[in-house]
C-alpha cells in the first residue's frame, strides 16, 4: 500500500515560469516531509524538508507548503530553470523505534522548457 | 570529501549467480539503508542497519542479505533466490536520529 503518491508522473514547464509538484499521504502519523531531486543514474539529492509543526519552508526559490488536513504538501520552484528538470521524489516519515525509515512516492520528472 | 560511494556503478552477473553490491560511507552515520528502484516506482527499502551488527528487514528484503560489521560499509548481496534482481540499487545513511538521508551514485544490476 503507498502511503505517498505523486499522482502526476511527469510535468512539463517553461523557463522562468513555477513548476508546482503535489505529493498526498495517507499516514497521519507522518511528522517529517523531505523532497528529493534525482538525475538519471545517480543518487537522489536532498531538496528541502518541512516540520509538521510547520505549513512553509522556502529556501531560494524552492518553497515546500504542507496542508495536514487535506495530507498534501506541494514544492514550488520560482522561477524555474533548465537545470530543473529531474525526477522529484517526495518523502515522509514518523518515527518508530529509533528508525528513520523514509516512505517514498513514485516521483514526478519535471521537465524545464527553455 | 565526505560522503557514499557505490561500487561498481554498472554491473551485469548470470542468471543464478549471487552478487554482492559495496556500500561505504566516511561521514560517521550510524544508520545506513539499501533501496531499489524499478522504473515507474519509487525508492522501495530492503533492509536498514542502526548501528553496527544489528539490521533489519525492510519491506522488499526477500532474496537479499546485508552485514554490517563496520559502521563504514554496509554491503548488499543479490542472491539467487531474488526473483527479479534487475534494478538500480541505491545506497543511503542517516545520523542517528536525523532526519535526512544522503544517499550514493547508485550500481545498475543487469541480470542476464
Known amino acids: 500500500d503507498q502511503q505517498v503518491k505523486q499522482n502526476s508522473p511527469s510535468l512539463s514547464v517553461q523557463e522562468g515560469r513555477i513548476s508546482i509538484l503535489n505529493c498526498d499521504y495517507t499516514n497521519s502519523m507522518f511528522d517529517y516531509f523531505l523532497w528529493y531531486k534525482k538525475y538519471p543514474a545517480e543518487g537522489p539529492t536532498f531538496l528541502i524538508s518541512i516540520s509538521s509543526i510547520k505549513d512553509k519552508n522556502e529556501d531560494g526559490r524552492f518553497t515546500v507548503f504542507l496542508n495536514k488536513s487535506a495530507k498534501h504538501l506541494s514544492l514550488h520552484i520560482v522561477p524555474s530553470q533548465p537545470g530543473d528538470s529531474a525526477v522529484y521524489f517526495c518523502a515522509a516519515k514518523y518515527w518508530v523505534t529509533g528508525a528513520n525509515n523514509l516512505f517514498f512516492g513514485t516521483g514526478t520528472r519535471l521537465t524545464v522548457i527553455p | 570529501d565526505g560522503g557514499i560511494t557505490q561500487s561498481p556503478k554498472y554491473l551485469f552477473r548470470k542468471e543464478g549467480q549471487n552478487v554482492t553490491l559495496s556500500c561505504e560511507q566516511n561521514?560517521?552515520?550510524?544508520?545506513m539503508y539499501w533501496y531499489r528502484q524499478d522504473p515507474g516506482q519509487g525508492l522501495r527499502l530492503i533492509y536498514y542497519s542502526q548501528i553496527v551488527n544489528d539490521f533489519q528487514k525492510g519491506d522488499i528484503a526477500e532474496g537479499y542479505s546485508v552485514s554490517r560489521e563496520k559502521k563504514e560499509s554496509f554491503p548488499l548481496t543479490v542472491t539467487s533466490a531474488q526473483k527479479n534482481p534487475t534494478a538500480f540499487y541505491l545506497c543511503a545513511s542517516s545520523l542517528d536520529r536525523s532526519n535526512e538521508q544522503f544517499f550514493g551514485p547508485g550500481t545498475r544490476l543487469t541480470v542476464l
Open positions: 561521514l560517521n552515520h550510524d544508520a
